[in-house]
């Protein structure tokens, strides 16, 4: 893959950012990544130099220091975890599924996006399950009644927004009365 700035070099380093829910992608290589790090372009990117350290660090890490107790040398980069399966982003972007239901909240900016990408949506749009959809049904009558009270109200149409209040109230009450 070409670098998008260049269009001559290899890309090396690959960098997403999300800005107010829209994502940025770049495809860089190494001299265009340091140069839009040192105008400020890049935000929160490690030092190239460390990216490389870190990949080459201690090759034998877990040969040698498992088998003759030398530490692992640290690559200074913290991975966050899920707080309940200690799943990490890098596992699900691998994988393709999340650890735990906590991992989508927990995880949420950064899973949006990759969700999005395969379903074309990041809410529910399919069928619902036949108990679960009498309910559903009065939950959306009653936002269009609030709807309409609310429009009724703009226009100064008293009367049809008393009777629209009336109405929100009765199915308020039974709501209350069937889940009680």
Do not use: W
């Not at 927990?106 to 009498?134: C, D, V, W, Y």
């Amino acid at each position: 893959m070409l670098c998008q700035n260049c269009k001559k070099n290899t890309a090396t380093i690959f960098y997403e950012e999300t800005v107010n829910g829209k994502t940025s992608s770049y495809a860089l290589c190494h001299e265009c990544a340091a140069k839009m790090r040192a105008e400020g372009k890049l935000k929160d990117t490690p030092d190239l130099s460390d990216t490389i350290g870190s990949l080459f660090g201690n090759p034998f890490g877990d040969l040698f220091g498992n088998f003759m107790g030398i530490p692992e040398a640290s690559t200074g980069v913290q991975k966050t975890v899920c707080p309940d399966c200690g799943c990490d982003l890098n596992a699900i972007s691998q994988t393709g599924m999340a650890g735990c239901p906590t991992c989508y909240t927990f995880f949420m900016e950064s899973l949006q996006p990759m969700i999005r990408n395969i379903h074309g949506n990041t809410r529910h749009t399919g069928r619902i399950p036949l108990r679960f959809k009498a309910r559903k049904e009065k939950k959306d009558q009653l936002a269009q009644l609030k709807k309409e009270l609310n429009e009724a109200i703009k226009h100064e149409e008293f009367e049809k927004a008393a009777e629209l209040r009336d109405q929100i109230r009765s199915m308020e009450n039974e709501n209350r009365s069937e889940s009680a």
